[in-house]
T-cell receptor, first 113, second 113 residues
Framework: DAGITQSPRHKVTETGTPVTLRCHQTENHRYMYWYRQDPGHGLRLIHYSYGVKDTDKGEVSDGYSVSRSKTEDFLLTLESATSSQTSVYFC????????????FGPGTRLTVL | QKEVEQNSGPLSVPEGAIASLNCTYS??????FFWYRQYSGKSPELIMSIYSNGDKEDGRFTAQLNKASQYVSLLIRDSQPSDSATYLC?????????????FGQGTILTVHP
């Protein structure tokens, strides 16, 4: 499982509430990524990080922010959740020396009512 | 916008047959290509990576890459019911060094006994 955990694994929330998803890795890798997966859209990159406090936007970053204050943790925040953000969220790590190769966490299923 | 295209399927093959999965991509400078397998309700699992033109074999799996045609494929020999899953093609962003990947929508494979 590449030493990646995500929390929570399932969450139901209401429109307009803030939500934070956590990705934790035990292998000290530099690169971390947040994706969302929706039927008909495959995996789409939300944000990524290439080091502590170094982050950048991906393809679908609107409505999301991220933070990385420690190597092992990458947080994804929905500032004000909307129903369109109902999705399955996956975190991935890129192993140093072969950063294009990504390994995924177990995912978080988020439902926004 | 970089695109990765896959037939969504479903692709249905009998047990023991060869399953052929195809993927085309738009970014001519991409250098790294990946196939992931995703079982229903699970996270994507890396099964093959390929970087050079030609074939790469790993057990029952063979990845084929043709950069001139911007085409990558995955062959699964002696298909088993346990191979039934969604197969995701991923291509790196050749213009950056952050390991970003673009994924296709995935092909659903069903292997029937």
């Amino acid at each position: 499982d590449a030493g990646i955990t995500q929390s929570p694994r399932h969450k139901v929330t209401e429109t307009g509430t803030p939500v934070t998803l956590r990705c934790h890795q035990t292998e000290n890798h530099r690169y971390m990524y947040w994706y969302r997966q929706d039927p008909g859209h495959g995996l789409r990159l939300i944000h990524y990080s290439y080091g502590v406090k170094d982050t950048d936007k991906g393809e679908v970053s609107d409505g999301y922010s991220v933070s990385r204050s420690k190597t092992e943790d990458f947080l994804l925040t929905l500032e004000s959740a909307t129903s369109s953000q109902t999705s399955v969220y996956f975190c991935a790590i890129g192993r140093d020396g072969s950063t294009d190769t990504q390994y995924f966490g177990p995912g978080t299923r988020l439902t926004v009512l | 916008q970089k695109e990765v295209e896959q037939n969504s399927g479903p692709l249905s093959v009998p047990e023991g047959a060869i399953a052929s999965l195809n993927c085309t991509y738009s970014d001519r400078v991409s250098q790294s290509f990946f196939w992931y397998r995703q079982y229903s309700g699970k996270s994507p699992e890396l099964i093959m990576s390929i970087y050079s033109n030609g074939d790469k074999e790993d057990g029952r799996f063979t990845a084929q890459l043709n950069k001139a045609s911007q085409y990558v494929s995955l062959l699964i020999r002696d298909s088993q019911p346990s191979d039934s899953a969604t197969y995701l093609c991923a291509v790196n962003d050749g213009g950056t060094s952050y390991g970003k990947l673009t994924f296709g929508q995935g092909t659903i494979l069903t292997v029937h006994p």
